[in-house]
């Protein structure tokens, strides 16, 4: 015995003790996370009422690669481009991960010459932001993308934009929310008369998208402070970016002296009076609020920008609410196609795209709330036997099963116990078991069971499959 335990330990030492084992620290990277079945579960249910939406709408798929030619990413973010992820030199192209689909989605349309497409595409994209990961803030992220790319008659794909996210966010049933509504060319327009220089129209812009976050005297204390704005221009500023209405808002401002006068605010208030129009016929102005404080911060919008925020209700539940804010956004953006082409040939588009992880963190935290038991699995019957010795007719049944086109599942025991085989399916959620027994094997038939209300029915082998799918599909 000493023996073989000295020739143990020696080969122990040679495969290296525990000591010289390098210690892995298992953790996902800063601002990313896994997903295990429960939460993909609710993951693919919010995906499928989405993308239904899109289709309901005429739209076609496509998908890019993940990394783009760093150039093709560069300078179309304005101030957000300090987060793009670059990655190292592979092979003599300088490259770096997507941080949105519609920058790709314009480069796509400029490099295969297309004119005119309504797509959807829903993939993930990258940003180095300080992640707030409650808050359904990653740097890596599913968006989901709708976009109309082509030369229409004004607002009308517009308002179906805005239409489209009011179906989504109605049918998830996420609470009450509001679609702010504005226009990049009433914003230009409204920095020009308040004396804002050209070269400040971005910067502070930035700063005014902030007023949903912190109040007026912070943002007008950046503009004057950091970004060097006159206080006169900021307090005019300031008399305009704290309105917010409906049509009656637009039609005062068509009538302001000094706006009225602009002609890009004078154009943009115009359209925006086609769209309210259009946005009444669909029946959905109740949640759409004109607003003049909302900027969106990427400097491709040129026309129309819209963003979907939910109202935070008070829930008998939860103590503290999740602060959730925007849950949607987009715009018009003429201008994006052209830089990609060689002749600057401009695509007018318009598109969404809806906020997937903070509409999962919503969801998420409300499953956890209420307790509700989410299935991980589709399976439909449990193929069971009763006693010893049945593992081959217990695979021959499930084989025809899987053959017609049913969810089926087996254990992987050559006799398991008939109590562990139905515990399994209160467990999973399985609605039925299959068993078969040495005397349902003379007489042609199967046990057909019904876990939720335990009755057990005697169904024909031949009629099994439809039996199955009478039951699974009510």
Known sequence: IAKEVAKLLEMKAQLGGDEGKPKFVLKTPKGTRDYGPKQMAIRERVFSAIISCFKRHGAEVIDTPVFELKETLTGKYGEDSKLIYDLKDQGGELLSLRYDLTVPFARY????????????????????????????????????????????????????????????????????????????????????????????????????????????????????????????????????????????????????????????????????????????????????????????????????????VLLQQENEHVEELVGVGSVAGGGRYDGLVGMFDPKGRKVPCVGVSIGIERIFSILEQRLEASEEKIRTTETQVLVASAQKKLLEERLKLISELWDAGIKA????????????QLQYCEDTGIPLVAIVGEQELKDGVVKLRIVATREEVNIRRESLVEEIRTRTSQ
């Open 109 to 308: 349309l400029a490099m295969n010459k297309i004119t005119n497409i309504k797509r959807y595409h829903i993939a993930k994209v990258y940003r180095r932001d300080n992640p707030a990961m409650t808050r359904g803030r990653y740097r890596e992220f599913y968006q989901c993308d709708f976009d109309i790319a082509g030369q229409f008659d004004p607002m009308i794909p517009d308002a179906e934009c805005l239409k489209i996210v009011h179906e989504i966010l109605s049918d998830l049933q996420l609470g009450d929310f509001v679609i702010k509504v504005n226009d990049r060319r009433i914003l230009d327009g409204m920095f020009a008369v308040c004396g804002v220089p050209d070269s400040k129209f971005r910067t502070i812009c930035s700063s005014v998208d902030k007023l949903d976050k912190v109040p007026w005297e912070e943002v007008r204390s950046e503009m004057v402070g950091e970004k060097g704005l006159s206080p006169e221009a900021a307090d005019r500023v300031g008399e305009y970016v704290q309105l917010q209405g409906g049509l009656d808002l637009i039609e005062q401002l068509l009538q302001d002296p000094k706006l009225s006068q602009n002609k890009l605010a004078k154009e943009g208030l115009g359209d925006m009076k086609l769209l309210f129009e259009y946005l009444t016929l669909f029946g959905i102005t109740g949640k759409i609020s004109f607003d003049l404080s909302l900027a969106r911060g990427l400097d491709y919008y040129t026309g129309v920008i819209f963003e979907a």
């Open 409 to 420: 599942e087996m254990l992987y025991k050559k006799n398991p116990k008939l109590l562990n």
